[in-house]
């Protein structure tokens, strides 16, 4: 935990409300189930009450400890997406040989650029954390960026980022560079920090 | 519902174990706060459990209500400890130190630098390793490595580690102490100019490092928003700090 940030700006208002919240209105704040007004009321309650804070910050802690629990509880093996990958595995294998065959036949035209991370970019990259970008709004505003950096890209049907884009913990940097592959009207995205 | 049947699940026994031993690091504290917990619970017939009327996760009203009572009994228990008359004697700048570095296991240097964020404490770091010779020697029961600074030392280390993804930590855990301190006035300020909703989502996400995800459900928002938000809080904070001359090193 970020002790220092969370010393110097947890809810220190004192003397503290005496109406607290239920403990039921906590979990269904935590749940993310309340409506607009009560959402106002409780959070504001929140930024003033350190013993309610305290309840849902440790609350919020065990919701994320069960989430794990429950994503890591069954052998990776065992799971669903393995026995996807598999098949789609064989499957590629089977019918993947005219498309190989096709591919070293006729080869496309590839784009490789390496862009400094802008502000419009990482607005872009921060959207969620997909990995898999289909044709849309996002994918449209890909295509606007590139296009203004000079990049000659008419029309992308997927992005494919290398790993989910967060922003980076330094304040001030450092600086990123954003690497594109351009292929069959799909981009493949990674980026990378540059040396200084 | 059964009260009975919910209080006799090992899972939920479990639960309140390990709550108990996240809040207590002495084996004393986490058996007595298990106990506090689960006559908490019994009491009044189950008056706490019954009072569920299902508008939440069931998992997560036994979280909310275990998490309550555990911070009640720690109250409860602070509530009855007192500040050594030696302590209480130098005024509130040591009253202050004494709590940040017995209670709350804060190193003495740390403990510098919050009295003088917060003003209690005006002179130099010199002046004040000399007074406080008489907090060292005061007892502290729930901190047996008290009178030393090279101890808690390595717990300050390990929190650059654990600096992990948050910048704000990031950033005041990379500088000197007069900057530190100067820094994490100015993130104080910010803060509390934010909006309700902002202070809260920087607070969790920054203060007690809650993934944005699960922050976003409580503010009510989409979690691309509360990012792209929590993005320009960033920027407010960057300015505020670049303002005051203050930078990473």
Same mark, same amino acid.
């Not at chain 1, 970020?2 to 809810?11: A, E, F, L, S, V």
């Not at chain 1, 004192?14 to 239920?22: L, R, S, T, V, Y």
């Not at chain 2, 009855?80 to 570095?101: C, D, F, H, Q, T």
């Given at each position: 935990m970020g002790r220092w940030i969370n010393k110097i700006i947890k809810p220190t208002v004192a003397p503290e409300p005496e109406d607290h919240i239920a403990i039921e209105d906590?979990?269904?704040?935590?749940?993310?189930?309340?409506?607009?007004?009560?959402?106002?009321?409780?959070?504001?309650?929140? #930024?003033?009450?350190?013993?309610?804070?305290?309840?849902?910050?440790?609350?919020?802690?065990?919701?994320?400890?069960?989430?794990?629990? +429950?994503?890591?509880?069954?052998?990776?093996? $065992?799971?669903?997406?393995?026995?996807?990958?598999?098949?789609?595995?064989?499957?590629?294998?089977?019918?993947?040989? +005219?498309?190989?065959?096709?591919?070293?036949?006729?080869?496309?035209?590839?784009?490789?650029?390496?862009? #400094?991370?802008? +502000?419009?970019?990482?607005d872009i990259l921060l959207v969620d954390d997909a990995l898999r970008w289909e044709k849309g709004e996002r994918v449209n505003r890909l295509v606007?960026?590139?296009?203004?950096?000079?990049?000659?890209?008419?029309?992308? #049907?997927?992005?494919?980022? /290398? $790993?989910?884009?967060?922003?980076?913990? /330094?304040?001030?940097?450092?600086?990123?560079?954003?690497?594109?592959?351009?292929? #069959? $009207?799909v981009a493949y995205l990674e980026v990378k920090e540059m040396n200084q | 519902m059964d009260p009975e049947k919910i209080l006799s699940s090992d899972e939920i026994l479990e639960k309140i174990e390990a709550v108990c031993k996240r809040h207590f690091s002495a084996e004393v504290d986490q058996n007595e706060c298990y106990v506090f917990v689960i006559d908490g619970l019994k009491a009044d017939n189950f008056k706490r459990l019954r009072a569920y009327k299902g508008r939440s996760k069931l998992s997560t009203y036994l979280y909310s209500l275990i998490n309550a009572l555990v911070v009640d009994f720690r109250r409860k228990r602070y509530g009855r400890r007192r500040i050594p008359s030696g302590v209480v004697k130098l005024g509130k700048w040591a009253e202050a130190v004494?709590?940040?570095?017995?209670?709350?296991?804060?190193?003495?240097?740390?403990?510098?630098?919050?009295?003088?964020?917060?003003?209690?404490?005006?002179?130099?770091?010199?002046?004040?390793?000399?007074?406080?010779?008489?907090?060292? &020697?005061?007892?502290?029961?729930? &901190?047996?490595?008290?009178?030393?600074?090279?101890?808690h030392r390595g717990s300050s280390l390990q929190n650059i580690a654990d600096s992990g993804s948050n910048p704000l930590e990031f950033l005041i855990e990379k500088l000197d102490r007069?900057?530190?301190?100067?820094?994490?006035?100015?993130?104080?300020?910010?803060?509390?100019?934010?909006?309700?909703?902002?202070?809260?989502?920087?607070?969790l996400v920054y203060g007690s490092d809650q993934p944005v995800s699960v922050t976003a459900k409580v503010i009510d928002l989409p979690a691309s928003a509360a990012r792209r938000r929590l993005k320009g809080l960033l920027t407010k904070y960057r300015e505020r700090l670049l303002a005051e001359g203050i930078r990473e090193p």
């Amino acid at each position: 935990m970020g002790r220092w940030i969370n010393k110097i700006i947890k809810p220190t208002v004192a003397p503290e409300p005496e109406d607290h919240i239920a403990i039921e209105d906590l979990a269904r704040l935590a749940d993310g189930a309340v409506d607009k007004a009560e959402n106002q009321h409780f959070i504001r309650h929140l #930024n003033r009450c350190q013993r309610c804070y305290e309840i849902l910050q440790e609350t919020l802690k065990d919701l994320a400890d069960e989430a794990s629990v +429950q994503t890591t509880s069954s052998p990776w093996w $065992k799971t669903r997406t393995a026995y996807a990958l598999a098949a789609s595995i064989i499957l590629v294998l089977l019918i993947g040989g +005219q498309l190989v065959f096709n591919y070293w036949n006729q080869r496309p035209q590839v784009i490789l650029a390496t862009l #400094n991370l802008d +502000q419009q970019l990482k607005d872009i990259l921060l959207v969620d954390d997909a990995l898999r970008w289909e044709k849309g709004e996002r994918v449209n505003r890909l295509v606007a960026a590139l296009q203004q950096k000079g990049l000659q890209v008419k029309e992308l #049907n997927l992005v494919v980022l /290398s $790993k989910p884009y967060y922003q980076k913990k /330094s304040l001030f940097g450092p600086k990123e560079a954003l690497h594109i592959r351009i292929e #069959n $009207k799909v981009a493949y995205l990674e980026v990378k920090e540059m040396n200084q | 519902m059964d009260p009975e049947k919910i209080l006799s699940s090992d899972e939920i026994l479990e639960k309140i174990e390990a709550v108990c031993k996240r809040h207590f690091s002495a084996e004393v504290d986490q058996n007595e706060c298990y106990v506090f917990v689960i006559d908490g619970l019994k009491a009044d017939n189950f008056k706490r459990l019954r009072a569920y009327k299902g508008r939440s996760k069931l998992s997560t009203y036994l979280y909310s209500l275990i998490n309550a009572l555990v911070v009640d009994f720690r109250r409860k228990r602070y509530g009855r400890r007192r500040i050594p008359s030696g302590v209480v004697k130098l005024g509130k700048w040591a009253e202050a130190v004494y709590r940040l570095v017995c209670w709350q296991k804060f190193s003495f240097d740390d403990a510098f630098d919050f009295v003088r964020i917060d003003g209690l404490f005006e002179g130099t770091y010199e002046q004040f390793i000399r007074e406080i010779a008489p907090i060292r &020697n005061a007892p502290c029961r729930e &901190n047996p490595t008290f009178q030393s600074i090279d101890e808690h030392r390595g717990s300050s280390l390990q929190n650059i580690a654990d600096s992990g993804s948050n910048p704000l930590e990031f950033l005041i855990e990379k500088l000197d102490r007069e900057r530190r301190i100067k820094a994490l006035k100015v993130i104080r300020e910010t803060t509390e100019a934010f909006s309700e909703k902002d202070q809260i989502l920087v607070r969790l996400v920054y203060g007690s490092d809650q993934p944005v995800s699960v922050t976003a459900k409580v503010i009510d928002l989409p979690a691309s928003a509360a990012r792209r938000r929590l993005k320009g809080l960033l920027t407010k904070y960057r300015e505020r700090l670049l303002a005051e001359g203050i930078r990473e090193p």
